[in-house]
């Protein structure tokens, strides 16, 4: 069997060898939901006991209600990532109150995004006026997360995408927080592949960890697609959604991302998937927890494969 994150030689790869590496990588998920999947946390904790789970931060909702949900899940066993959207902050005493109230309540990590409104609230206009405040390292946080864009994205350049990475890079290393990259979810299956080759040629050496929707219809996913701008991938599936879900390299359905992410190499610095439920949060929890258990077959001639129980 070939080292874990390291493809077998094409000659031998079978099934059976790639069934214990997914399972493997499938077994260290986060998942995604958002403050309406409160309710749903003890039913999430039977499925996916100590995960971590993050909770995002909707237009729609409070940063209340996101610090909420976020002690609701940590008291119900998870590893609560709450998202810091900066551009809603309205000033820096709101974000050391949460930060006080969430590690009162245990939590130690956060996810750190600008957020895609032009509207700032306050004086945070992205993630490194965040960090630059000195807040974070204040409140004990323990782990920063930021994103990772392996198709772009749609309102920032490549360059400046590249340079507040290493630039995050520099913060942690700077102050000892610990940090990990979590990438937005994409359709192009082989585009981590190129743009951890980016990361390499930049010496950006955090962990990452790869986001992935959820088992999601076609139309809903080309939805939030469109909503976050993924790009290339997407303009791809809108010119033949009729042949869509032929083209392997397209990610329509998690396996198909996950097997390409199988073939990464052995010093890859993806470390575990990164689910996005929308909206389908149990849907994706059970899918998670029967890949984890192995209930699933490969398809190597299709480069899938199906859950099974």
């Avoid at 575990?272 to 192995?294: D, K, M, N």
Wanted: hydrophobic residues 50%; glycine residues 8%; charged residues 15%.
């Amino acid at each position: 069997m070939a080292p874990a994150g390291e493809p077998a030689p094409a000659a031998v790869r079978t099934a059976e060898n790639l069934n214990e590496r997914i399972a493997d990588f499938v077994c260290r998920a986060s998942m995604e939901i958002t403050p309406a999947d409160e309710k749903r946390l003890p039913e999430l904790a039977a499925l996916l006991p100590k995960a971590a789970i993050y909770i995002a931060h909707p237009p729609n909702t409070t940063f209340s209600h996101v610090v909420k949900t976020a002690l609701a899940a940590q008291r119900a066993g998870f590893t609560a990532v709450p998202h810091i959207v900066a551009r809603r902050i309205n000033y820096p005493h709101m974000l050391r109150t949460a930060l006080a109230e969430l590690r009162t309540g245990g939590v130690e990590q956060l996810l750190l995004v600008a957020g895609d409104g032009a509207r700032v609230a306050g004086e945070f206009a992205n993630t490194l006026d965040v960090l630059n405040s000195g807040i974070l390292e204040e409140s004990g946080i323990a782990r920063v997360d930021v994103a990772g864009y392996p198709e772009g994205q749609k309102s920032v350049g490549a360059t400046l995408l590249w340079d507040a990475l290493k630039a995050k890079q520099a913060y942690a290393a700077r102050t000892g927080i610990t940090m990990h990259i979590v990438t937005q979810f994409g359709l192009n299956g082989k585009a981590v592949a190129a743009w951890e080759s980016g990361l390499a040629l930049r010496n950006i050496i955090l962990p990452v960890r790869v986001g992935i929707a959820g088992p999601t219809p076609l139309p809903k996913l080309i939805h939030f697609a469109m909503l976050c701008g993924i790009g290339a991938s997407l303009r791809t599936v809108m010119h033949n959604l009729s042949a869509a879900a032929g083209i392997t390299e397209l990610a329509i359905s998690p396996d198909r991302h996950v097997m390409h992410l199988m073939d990464l190499p052995a010093t890859t610095q993806v470390v575990a998937p990164h689910f996005f439920a929308f909206g389908g949060a149990l849907e994706t929890a059970r899918w998670i927890q029967q890949v984890g258990l192995g209930k699933f077959t490969v398809d190597l001639s299709a480069q899938r494969f199906t859950v099974s129980g």
